[in-house]
Structure formats: structure tokens, C-alpha cells
Antibody, heavy 121, light 107 residues
């Protein structure tokens, strides 16, 4: 069965860095793009970033561009999110999600359970 | 950037009633890239509908969706207790924006 498991969340001071991981299993990891989506406390979903299946292309929301970096290691079935210069407004649950393109439609078909990131002094 | 506006913000209904949720885009969206998710408290979002109208695997047929261009609708024909949750629409045209969500609560 398809599984995505996030880890690496925690409490960090403003301006500091944190790295999240998304470990995948149950599917051909190197064939799928992976997204990060976050949800601030009591708020809606915000798309953060995506990495192409082969790691050759990434895209970022304006709110994190220049501070966050997504990468992947297909030999380890893992996607990483390096978050630098963190701000209070980055406080959220961070989810990774699998990108599925079925030839017609595109959607996030599997999500991890999320990892909490809290930016606070 | 395409902005998705969902209405109403909160919908209060009773089990057995029909729910109609709206998602309006600031510019035309390719229907292939319009998606609906359900989220319950403390859980990750769950895929409900993709391609504007296709139910995901395992989604009951009381869930249906339609729309094109800038106006999309999610309908739940007869609410079950487990349907009370927050529903998000999302579009994939260029970027990956979400609507702000509609909370479906028990009346």
C-alpha cells in the first residue's frame, strides 16, 4: 500500500533552519512528483513546493521562494524540504503528497499524516 | 495566479440533507485540473474528486461534482454523519492553489 511518512518537524527559533523528510513506500517512487503542502493552525491548505519525478525541476510558492529548497533521493525513496530563515508565519503542519497525472487529470492522490513545524522564540 | 473562492464558508445541515458547495475561480480553469478534497480534524486531506467530476477510488456515489470554466460545484446528496468535515477545491493550472475551504457542520 502507498505510504508517505513525514518527519523532522519541531520547534525552532525565527531565522533558524529545519529539514523535513518524506519517506515513501508501496509504489515506484522515482515515477512520481512529490509536493509539500502546509496548513497553519486553524487555517486552510497552502501549496508550498513540488519536485518533478526525476528531480530535474522544482517550483515554489512565492511565500517560500529563496528560503526553502526541495530535493529528492530516489535511491532512498525520500523527498527533503530544507527550510532556512524560518519565520513565525511558517508555523504549520507540513504534508507531503504524491502527484498523479493519469493522462487527462492531475491531482494529489496520497498524502502523509503531516509533521508539525513551530517557529517561535 | 488563479484565486479560488469557496462558498459558503460554513454550511450547517442535518444528516440526510443535501449539501451544495461552490468553488469559483478568478479566471477559467481547465476542468482536468480541478480537484476536491475532504479533511477531517487532525487528519490529512483525502482526495474526493478529480477532473472536476470523477470520484476517486472508494468515494461513495452520494458525492458528485460538476462545473467548468470558473464555476464548480460539489454536491453530497444525502449527508451521512461521517461527511461533516472541511472541503477544499484546488486547481493545478500553472500553480496549485487551494480554495479557503467550506466547513460542513452538523446543524
Amino acid at each position: 500500500q502507498v505510504q508517505l511518512v513525514e518527519s523532522g518537524g519541531g520547534v525552532v527559533q525565527p531565522g533558524r533552519s529545519l529539514s523535513l523528510s518524506c519517506a515513501a513506500s508501496g509504489f515506484s517512487f522515482g515515477s512520481f512528483g512529490i509536493h509539500w503542502v502546509r496548513q497553519a493552525p486553524g487555517k486552510g491548505l497552502e501549496w508550498v513546493t513540488v519536485i518533478r519525478y526525476d528531480g530535474s525541476q522544482q517550483d515554489y510558492a512565492d511565500s517560500v521562494k529563496g528560503r526553502f529548497t526541495i530535493s529528492r533521493d530516489n535511491s532512498k525513496n525520500t523527498v527533503y524540504l530544507q527550510m532556512n530563515n524560518l519565520r513565525a508565519e511558517d508555523t504549520a503542519v507540513y504534508y507531503c503528497a504524491r502527484d498523479l497525472w493519469n493522462g487527462d487529470a492531475r491531482y494529489f492522490d496520497y498524502w502523509g499524516q503531516g509533521t508539525q513545524v513551530t517557529v517561535s522564540s | 495566479e488563479i484565486v479560488l473562492t469557496q462558498s459558503p464558508g460554513t454550511l450547517s445541515l442535518s444528516p440526510g440533507e443535501r449539501a451544495t458547495l461552490s468553488c469559483r475561480a478568478s479566471q477559467s480553469v481547465n476542468s482536468n485540473y480541478l480537484v476536491w478534497y475532504q479533511q477531517k480534524p487532525g487528519q490529512a486531506p483525502r482526495l474526493l474528486i478529480y477532473g472536476a467530476s470523477t470520484r476517486a477510488t472508494g468515494i461513495p456515489d452520494r458525492f458528485s461534482a460538476s462545473g467548468s470554466g470558473t464555476d464548480f460545484t460539489l454536491t453530497i446528496s444525502r449527508l451521512e454523519p461521517e461527511d461533516f468535515a472541511v472541503y477544499y477545491c484546488q486547481q493545478h493550472g500553472g500553480s496549485y492553489t487551494f480554495g479557503q475551504g467550506t466547513k460542513l457542520e452538523i446543524k
